[in-house]
């Protein structure tokens, strides 16, 4: 009975230590092998077809990185994978342009309210 209640919490154990394993991979990491790797320069030429003015190459969780900025002037950090050249993740500085309402305004910004207690460019006021 102690034998088998013993291999069962080792077999919990086990899986668990697996299934925490798994759960600290990263999405955006690459696992392609240095020989299938396409070279840097088709990285860049990838990038300026893009229209991206590339600041830095560098290698980062196996993918590609490039810093730079794209067609529309913005910061970048990009990872691309090393054998397709397609985008793993891609990060605009400053926020995504897809966080922004339909206003314009980024998420998680507040804009006062049209009542007159706040007028740029003045203190608040405290009436009592």
Same mark, same amino acid.
């Given at each position: 009975m102690k034998k088998s ?7 919990? *154990?086990?899986?668990?230590? +697996? ?18 790797? $396409?070279?840097?320069?088709?990285? $860049? ?5 893009r229209g991206w003015a ?13 810093? *730079? ?14 054998? +397709? ?22 998420? *998680? +910004? ?10 740029? *460019? +003045?203190?608040?006021?405290?009436? $009592?």
């Amino acid at each position: 009975m102690k034998k088998s209640l013993m291999t069962a919490f080792l077999i919990v *154990g086990i899986v668990s230590l +697996t299934a925490i394993g798994a759960s600290y991979a990263d999405d955006d990491d690459c696992a392609v092998p240095m020989a299938n790797w $396409q070279p840097r320069e088709a990285v $860049q030429k990838m990038a300026e077809s893009r229209g991206w003015a590339v600041r830095r190459i560098k290698i980062d969780d196996g993918c590609y990185e490039i810093k *730079g900025r794209d067609a529309q002037g913005r910061e970048i950090k990009v990872k691309i994978d090393p054998r +397709t050249l397609a985008i793993v993740k891609m990060k605009h500085k400053g926020g995504d342009s897809r966080d922004a309402d339909r206003n314009g305004v980024p998420s *998680g +910004t507040v804009v006062p309210p049209a009542n007159g207690l706040f007028t740029p *460019g +003045t203190k608040p006021v405290v009436k $009592q």
